[in-house]
């Protein structure tokens, strides 16, 4: 190999070039594969106030379950809060009922966060704000394919140290 006419590359900068790009080249590959896998978190529950209404997140090893999802509007803040402490996927999102300060940030959490189960109610709210909340949480849930469980008396949802 030559370098500007007739000098010639010296093996050990060959060496020393190839070493690097390979680091790089390994560098790279760590830093891609972890985009879809949860970091330890060890074990913790936390209220995160993120507006008008608040939402509780837990996890424990690698597992998170986001109880509740503040409103529509306060949802964005939902999602930064995830990022903050890692979370990069949900084992479980609850929602303890379908008012829509408890599910208006579910279908904009559900696009920005893979969720790997859904618990919550089946039967729709009656009041018409409500309603409209739910249905576009419940299209969100079918239309990801995210399997879906009605929760039933004695149901224990499993996070990592925590029987919920």
Not at 12 to 19: E, H, M, Q, R
Not at 137 to 143: E, G, I, P
Request: proline share 4%.
């Amino acid at each position: 190999m030559k370098l500007f006419g007739n000098q010639k590359i010296p093996l050990y900068i060959k060496i020393i070039v190839g070493a690097m790009a390979a680091l790089l080249i390994l560098l790279l590959c760590l830093l891609s594969t972890d985009a879809g896998t949860n970091s330890d978190f060890g074990d913790h529950v936390r209220i995160l106030d993120v507006g008008q209404s608040d939402c509780i997140l837990i996890t424990s090893g690698t597992q998170a379950a986001l109880i509740d999802t503040s409103t529509g509007y306060n949802a964005g803040n939902v999602v930064r809060k995830l990022r903050e402490y890692g979370v990069k996927n949900l084992d479980a999102m609850i929602i303890t009922h379908p008012h829509s300060d408890h599910i208006g940030g579910a279908g904009y959490i559900l696009s920005k966060i893979k969720v790997n189960n859904v618990v919550a109610s089946s039967v729709a709210p009656s009041d018409d704000d409500d309603k409209q909340e739910f249905e576009l949480f419940l299209s969100a849930v079918y239309d990801k394919n995210i399997p879906f469980y009605e929760p039933i008396p004695g149901m224990v949802v499993k996070i990592g140290n925590f029987d919920l």
